[in-house]
C-alpha cells in the first residue's frame, strides 16, 4: 500500500531484526517447588511476540502481554507508558520542569489541527460571505450592480489586509524543540556501543520500518513492525485476459487460487513399449487395482518403444527431440530416435474429441477388426522406418524409439589392465535404473499480444513465432545383471 498508515491493526506483527512474521506464544513461569502446578492455565499468565526465524522476541525490550488478542491495542498502551509521563498536567503545574519529548502520533495531531484551524482563519478573512448563497463572482457582481455597493461594515472588512498564518509555539500547537537533556546522552551511548559493539547499533531501514524504532540507536530499542497491507492481484493471460491466478477473497488468508497451471501447456510425452505382453487374466475380473510388475531389461538386447507426444495449446507445434547417443552414468546404453522431428496437432474441445473417438470407433472399428481377422494383425506385420511418424492422431504423434541397455559388469578384455582399472566399484542404488535424458523444442506461431485484436489499419496483426524448449527424463525399467 501507498500510505503509511495502511497496516494490519489487530495482531500482523514482523520482526524488527529480520522482518518475519512474529508468533504469539505463551511465556510460563516455573513453579517454585518444581512440581506441577494445581492450575496448569495459571503458569501461562503472560504472552510474547516471537521470531521463530531469529529467536527475537518481545522480552529483549521487556514487553509482556496479558492476553493473546487484541495485541495492537497493549502495545500502544505499553509504549505510551514508557515514552509518555505519568502526569499529563505535570507541565502545566511546574513550568519549570523539564520538557518531555512528546511522540510522533501525538505531535503530528496536534500539529494537523493548528494548521487546520490557521487554514479556517484565513479562509474566513478572503471571503467574509462564504456562508451566504451568494459567494460566487457572479452573482456577487450581479448584486452589486443591482443594488449600487455594499455596507461599510463590509467594505472595511474588504479594506483590511488578510493576517499572515503563524507557525506553532509550544507543544500544544506541536511544536517539538531538541533539548540536550532529551533521549540518551553521548556518553551513554558511546559506553553502550564499547560494550555490546558495532552489530547491536540499529541499521537505517530497521529504524525506518515504523515510527516508533525512529529514535532507536540499538537493537534492544527495536519495536515490533506492524504489517503492512500489501495489495494482491490476480494475474491474467494476456491473449484470452482469462485468470491464471487470483488471490482469495479472505482478507486473512494470503493463498492464491491457481487457476492454469503452466505444466498443462507444455507438451507431454509419455512411452510404451512397441510390443507389449498381453494381460494374464481379464482386467474385469480384477477386484482390486494390482500393483503394475517391474520391468526387467536384458543388457545388449534392442528393445523398441512408443514415444507419444501430446499437444495440449490450440495451435499446431513443431517438435525436435534431441538425445545423446550414449546415456550417462556408470552404466551406458544407447539411444536412438527414428523420427527426431514432426509435427503435432493443434489441441481441441473435450467434446470435438469424444465424438471424433466415437464416430471412428463405430465405423472404423468393425471394418478394422474384420481385416485383422482375415489378413492377421496390421500391427503386427508393420515395421518401425527411420526417418517416418509411427502414429499420429488430432493432437498427439507417435515416433519409434530404440535402446540397447548396457551391462551392469564390464566386459572380459584381451588387453591386461592397470591394478586401479581391474577393481570395479560396487553398484549403487539405482545404477541398474535406465533414464532415458530427451530435450524436447517446440515451435509454433500464435498471435501477437495486443489489446486490441484489430490494427489501427483495419488488419490483424502478423503471427508471432514463439520457442519452447525443456529437458526431460524418461524411466524404462531396471536392468538385470547379465
Same mark, same amino acid.
Given at each position: 500500500?501507498?500510505?503509511?498508515?495502511?497496516?494490519?491493526?489487530?495482531?500482523?506483527?514482523?520482526?524488527?531484526?529480520?522482518?518475519?512474521?512474529?508468533?504469539?506464544?505463551?511465556?510460563?513461569?516455573?513453579?517454585?517447588?518444581? #512440581?506441577?502446578?494445581?492450575?496448569?492455565?495459571?503458569?501461562?499468565?503472560?504472552?510474547?511476540?516471537?521470531?521463530?526465524?531469529?529467536?527475537?522476541?518481545?522480552?529483549? %525490550?521487556?514487553?509482556?502481554?496479558?492476553?493473546?488478542?487484541?495485541?495492537?491495542?497493549?502495545?500502544?498502551?505499553?509504549?505510551? /507508558?514508557?515514552?509518555?509521563?505519568?502526569?499529563?498536567?505535570?507541565?502545566?503545574?511546574?513550568?519549570?520542569?523539564?520538557?518531555?519529548?512528546?511522540?510522533?502520533?501525538? /505531535?503530528?495531531?496536534?500539529?494537523?489541527? *493548528?494548521?487546520?484551524?490557521?487554514?479556517?482563519?484565513?479562509?474566513?478573512?478572503?471571503?467574509?460571505?462564504?456562508?451566504?448563497?451568494?459567494?460566487?463572482?457572479?452573482?456577487?457582481?450581479?448584486?452589486?450592480? #443591482?443594488?449600487?455597493?455594499?455596507?461599510?461594515?463590509?467594505?472595511?472588512?474588504?479594506?483590511?489586509? +488578510?493576517?499572515?498564518?503563524?507557525?506553532?509555539?509550544?507543544?500544544? &500547537?506541536?511544536?517539538?524543540?531538541?533539548?540536550?537533556?532529551?533521549?540518551?546522552?553521548?556518553?551513554?551511548?558511546?559506553?553502550?556501543?564499547?560494550?555490546? =559493539?558495532?552489530?547491536?547499533?540499529?541499521?537505517?531501514?530497521?529504524?525506518?520500518?515504523? +515510527?516508533?524504532?525512529?529514535?532507536?540507536?540499538?537493537?534492544?530499542?527495536?519495536?515490533?513492525?506492524?504489517?503492512?497491507?500489501?495489495?494482491?492481484?490476480?494475474?491474467?493471460?494476456?491473449?484470452?485476459?482469462?485468470?491464471?491466478?487470483?488471490?482469495? $477473497?479472505?482478507?486473512?488468508?494470503?493463498?492464491?487460487?491457481?487457476?492454469?497451471?503452466?505444466?498443462?501447456?507444455?507438451?507431454?510425452?509419455?512411452?510404451?513399449? #512397441?510390443?507389449?505382453? $498381453?494381460?494374464?487374466?481379464?482386467?474385469?475380473?480384477?477386484?482390486?487395482?494390482?500393483?503394475?510388475?517391474?520391468?526387467?531389461?536384458?543388457?545388449?538386447?534392442?528393445?523398441?518403444?512408443?514415444?507419444?507426444?501430446?499437444?495440449?495449446?490450440? &495451435?499446431?507445434?513443431?517438435?525436435?527431440?534431441?538425445?545423446?547417443?550414449?546415456? $550417462?552414468?556408470?552404466?551406458?546404453?544407447?539411444?536412438?530416435?527414428?523420427?527426431?522431428? *514432426?509435427?503435432?496437432?493443434?489441441?481441441?474441445?473435450?467434446?470435438?474429441?469424444?465424438?471424433?473417438?466415437?464416430?471412428?470407433?463405430?465405423?472404423?472399428?468393425?471394418?478394422?477388426?474384420?481385416?485383422?481377422?482375415?489378413?492377421?494383425?496390421?500391427?503386427?506385420?508393420?515395421? $518401425?522406418?527411420?526417418?517416418?511418424?509411427?502414429?499420429?492422431?488430432?493432437?498427439?504423434?507417435?515416433?519409434?524409439?530404440?535402446?540397447?541397455?548396457?551391462?551392469?559388469?564390464?566386459?572380459?578384455? %584381451?588387453?591386461?589392465?592397470? =591394478?586401479?582399472?581391474?577393481?570395479?566399484?560396487?553398484?549403487?542404488?539405482?545404477?541398474?535404473?535406465?533414464?532415458?535424458?530427451?530435450?524436447?523444442?517446440?515451435?509454433?506461431?500464435?498471435?501477437?499480444?495486443?489489446?486490441?485484436?484489430?490494427?489501427? =489499419?483495419?488488419?490483424?496483426?502478423?503471427?508471432?513465432?514463439?520457442?519452447?524448449?525443456?529437458?526431460?527424463?524418461?524411466?524404462?525399467?531396471?536392468?538385470?545383471?547379465?
Amino acid at each position: 500500500m501507498l500510505t503509511a498508515s495502511a497496516r494490519c491493526t489487530r495482531h500482523c506483527y514482523d520482526c524488527p531484526i529480520c522482518t518475519a512474521t512474529l508468533a504469539v506464544t505463551a511465556f510460563g513461569r516455573q513453579s517454585e517447588t518444581h #512440581l506441577r502446578p494445581a492450575d496448569s492455565t495459571a503458569s501461562h499468565e503472560s504472552f510474547i511476540l516471537h521470531c521463530q526465524h531469529c529467536d527475537w522476541s518481545s522480552l529483549d %525490550i521487556g514487553v509482556q502481554f496479558n492476553k493473546p488478542t487484541k495485541i495492537t491495542e497493549q502495545l500502544n498502551k505499553l509504549w505510551k /507508558a514508557r515514552h509518555t509521563p505519568p502526569e499529563e498536567n505535570s507541565l502545566e503545574s511546574s513550568p519549570e520542569a523539564e520538557p518531555v519529548k512528546l511522540d510522533h502520533d501525538t /505531535a503530528f495531531k496536534n500539529l494537523t489541527t *493548528f494548521y487546520k484551524e490557521q487554514l479556517q482563519e484565513a479562509g474566513d478573512q478572503q471571503n467574509p460571505y462564504g456562508n451566504s448563497p451568494y459567494n460566487s463572482p457572479a452573482n456577487l457582481q450581479r448584486i452589486m450592480n #443591482l443594488y449600487g455597493g455594499l455596507s461599510y461594515n463590509a467594505l472595511k472588512k474588504t479594506r483590511e489586509k +488578510p493576517q499572515p498564518m503563524r507557525e506553532a509555539k509550544d507543544r500544544n &500547537e506541536g511544536l517539538v524543540t531538541y533539548t540536550a537533556a532529551e533521549g540518551i546522552s553521548d556518553e551513554a551511548a558511546l559506553q553502550k556501543l564499547q560494550k555490546l =559493539g558495532l552489530n547491536a547499533t540499529a541499521t537505517a531501514s530497521q529504524r525506518l520500518a515504523t +515510527p516508533a524504532n525512529f529514535d532507536a540507536h540499538f537493537i534492544d530499542e527495536l519495536w515490533p513492525v506492524a504489517t503492512p497491507l500489501r495489495v494482491r492481484r490476480g494475474k491474467r493471460c494476456r491473449s484470452c485476459r482469462q485468470f491464471l491466478a487470483r488471490p482469495e $477473497p479472505k482478507v486473512g488468508s494470503m493463498r492464491y487460487k491457481i487457476r492454469l497451471i503452466a505444466v498443462n501447456f507444455i507438451q507431454r510425452l509419455s512411452v510404451r513399449p #512397441l510390443q507389449a505382453a $498381453p494381460p494374464m487374466h481379464n482386467s474385469a475380473f480384477h477386484v482390486r487395482a494390482e500393483p503394475l510388475p517391474a520391468i526387467r531389461l536384458q543388457p545388449h538386447q534392442a528393445k523398441q518403444y512408443i514415444l507419444t507426444v501430446r499437444n495440449p495449446i490450440f &495451435e499446431s507445434v513443431k517438435i525436435t527431440l534431441g538425445t545423446p547417443a550414449v546415456t $550417462p552414468g556408470r552404466v551406458a546404453s544407447r539411444v536412438t530416435i527414428l523420427c527426431p522431428s *514432426f509435427t503435432v496437432g493443434p489441441a481441441g474441445d473435450m467434446w470435438d474429441e469424444a465424438l471424433s473417438a466415437s464416430t471412428t470407433s463405430a465405423s472404423d472399428g468393425g471394418r478394422q477388426a474384420a481385416m485383422a481377422s482375415l489378413t492377421g494383425s496390421a500391427e503386427a506385420d508393420r515395421q $518401425p522406418e527411420a526417418g517416418k511418424v509411427w502414429e499420429r492422431s488430432r493432437n498427439s504423434t507417435s515416433v519409434i524409439l530404440e535402446v540397447v541397455p548396457g551391462s551392469l559388469q564390464q566386459r572380459p578384455s %584381451i588387453v591386461p589392465k592397470d =591394478g586401479a582399472d581391474a577393481k570395479e566399484d560396487p553398484i549403487r542404488e539405482d545404477d541398474d535404473l535406465l533414464e532415458v535424458p530427451i530435450y524436447v523444442r517446440a515451435e509454433w506461431e500464435a498471435d501477437a499480444h495486443e489489446d486490441e485484436g484489430l490494427s489501427s =489499419g483495419g488488419k490483424r496483426k502478423e503471427r508471432e513465432s514463439k520457442e519452447l524448449g525443456y529437458w526431460c527424463v524418461i524411466g524404462l525399467g531396471r536392468i538385470v545383471e547379465g
